[in-house]
């Protein structure tokens, strides 16, 4: 079963983080979020998570994809710590997914893995990724690498890596399960 790291900073969106979490672990998905600091993780709207784990237990190796929500301050608190960035590089250098939704692409971008990409995120972060190739579509995937337009996309950019890890299949029975 592929195992999927979600990283959690304060600030981070609750509806991408949540939805993606809660779409992965229906299709049965082994999903592990992990928080930059000890403790529960606040959201961009007040909404308190306990993490599984801190960051520092996440390694490249242990793991098939890593995601970062976005949320303003969520997506500034993931690129201003080092340990993020390093996990991306490494994700990225051994050919794992690697997924960003909102403005979360443009700490793929600082992490420098997204030159030359196709990708999508919030209106506006294209000016911090001056060289992608950027598009409005929902969910972009370009090779291991998946972004996400915003918040209100999140169903469909989960449902998208379900279809990539679990098959199209499985995807199509959390849909109708889901009423999606």
Same mark, same amino acid.
């Given at each position: 079963m592929? +195992? !999927?790291a979600v990283l959690l900073a304060d600030g981070f969106e609750e509806i991408e983080a949540i939805t993606i979490i809660d779409i992965l672990r229906r299709a049965n998905l082994d999903v592990v979020t992990a928080g930059l600091k000890p403790g529960n993780v606040t959201g961009a709207h &007040? !909404? /308190?998570?306990t993490p599984d784990t801190g960051i520092d237990t996440i390694k490249a190796d242990g793991f098939d994809m890593i995601i970062l929500p976005g949320g303003g301050p969520g997506t500034k608190n993931l690129k201003a710590d080092p340990r993020v960035i390093e996990l991306v590089r490494q994700f990225n250098d051994r050919g794992k997914l690697t997924g960003a !939704?909102? $403005?979360a692409p443009t700490v793929l971008y600082a992490a420098g893995i997204l030159g030359g990409k196709r990708v999508t995120s919030f209106p506006g972060t294209d000016s911090e990724m001056p060289d992608v190739i950027y598009s409005t579509d929902t969910v972009v995937w370009d090779g291991n690498i998946v972004t996400g337009r915003a918040a209100g996309t999140a169903g469909a950019f989960a449902l998208s !890596?379900? $279809?990539? =890890? &679990?098959?199209? &299949? &499985?995807a199509d029975k =959390? +849909?109708? /399960?889901?009423l999606y």
């Open positions: 592929p +195992k !999927i &007040a !909404i /308190a998570v !939704i909102c $403005a !890596i379900v $279809a990539r =890890l &679990a098959g199209q &299949a &499985a =959390l +849909k109708s /399960a889901m």
